[in-house]
């Protein structure tokens, strides 16, 4: 393995943070710093594709930040392998979650096709958004199940209809993202 110079590692831990995303660099006050090592895009290419191949390793039924920096990653990157590994691990996978993890999937899951949805071939999209219904249908129509550490007030919910109306939210936007 070759040993990074301590410039390119700062550089790599900044490009790392931020996901890529200059924008939020500058609101963090680093963009300048970050530009001054002269990363090339050939670099950050490489970067970002460790960035997603690491979220794709780290995708759960017990929680949702892999998913969540997968759709923060895809504010800056436009991938469609990120629809693809995130819909096929919800399709695989998310059933088995509980109700708390299902709904922040399946909101992340949606948030993602919007943000990809001028790239997806038509069929990717209505399979990613096929996903996403039944992920949101089980969420609505399954009793309420919560792991330890899960609450409803993580997500400002007092109860199960709460949980509901969020599910019920996203299915209109995949309704929007599919007309």
């Keep these: 393995m070759v040993e990074m110079e301590p410039q390119e590692l700062r550089a790599k831990e900044l490009y790392c943070r931020y996901l890529g995303h200059l924008p939020a660099m500058h609101r963090g006050g680093v963009l300048a710093e970050y530009q001054s090592y002269g990363v090339s ?30 759709a923060d990653l895809s504010v800056s990157c436009t991938n469609n392998l990120i629809v693809e590994k995130t819909a096929a691990f919800a399709a695989r996978n998310i ?6 993890v299902r709904l922040m999937y399946a909101e992340r899951l949606v948030e993602i096709i919007r943000l990809h949805k001028q790239l997806l071939p038509r069929e990717q999209l209505f399979d990613a958004c096929r996903t996403a219904v039944q992920v949101l249908e ?38 929007l993202l599919i007309n």
């Design 41 to 70: 895009e050939e670099q950050e290419q490489e970067w970002l594709q460790n960035i997603m191949n690491t979220c794709f390793g780290q995708l759960s039924i017990r929680d949702w930040e892999a998913v969540s920096s997968l």
């Design 138 to 175: 089980g969420v609505i129509s399954q009793p309420l199940i919560l792991d330890p550490g899960h609450e409803l007030k993580q997500l400002v919910l007092r109860d199960k209809r709460a949980l509901n109306l969020r599910a019920a939210a996203s299915l209109e936007t995949i309704k």
């Design 95 to 100: 059933a088995s979650g509980d109700s708390v």
